[in-house]
């Protein structure tokens, strides 16, 4: 099992940048896992973001997002990170990360989950 911290959330303006990470700890290596990121906002049901594979060499991002977000990642460190560009209000919700063992966009894959991190964006 892995455990998951997220951090870098915070309260930008519309067309700003913000910084998300995923930090892991736990016995098994992190580079077992696919991680990928979640959002929920208020009334909302959680839906994906971007996801990651294994060693970092495939990605994929939400149709929603694609050309803004980018997700990478180090396994050496074992951390995710989502760089946000040109905000927008509608990307308002609490970012979770995610680890599973399977490249899907599917929130029944992922396995171990972190607390979320808040971002908003005025407009």
């Known amino acids: 099992q892995v455990q998951l911290v997220e951090s870098g959330g915070g309260l930008v303006q519309a067309g700003d940048s913000l910084t998300l990470s995923c930090t892991a700890s736990g016995r098994t290596s992190f580079s077992d896992y696919v991680v990928g990121w979640f959002r929920q906002a208020p009334g909302k049901e959680r839906e994906y973001v971007a996801i990651i594979s294994w060693s970092g060499a495939g990605t994929n991002e939400a149709e929603s997002v694609k050309g803004r977000f980018t997700i990478d990642r180090d396994n050496t460190k074992k951390t995710v990170t989502l760089q946000m560009n040109s905000l927008r209000p509608e990307d308002s919700a609490v970012y979770y990360c995610?680890?599973?063992?399977?490249?899907?966009?599917?929130?029944?894959?992922?396995?171990?989950w972190g607390q979320g991190t808040q971002v908003t964006v005025s407009s």
């Open positions: 995610a680890a599973g063992n399977r490249f899907s966009t599917q929130l029944t894959d992922f396995t171990s």
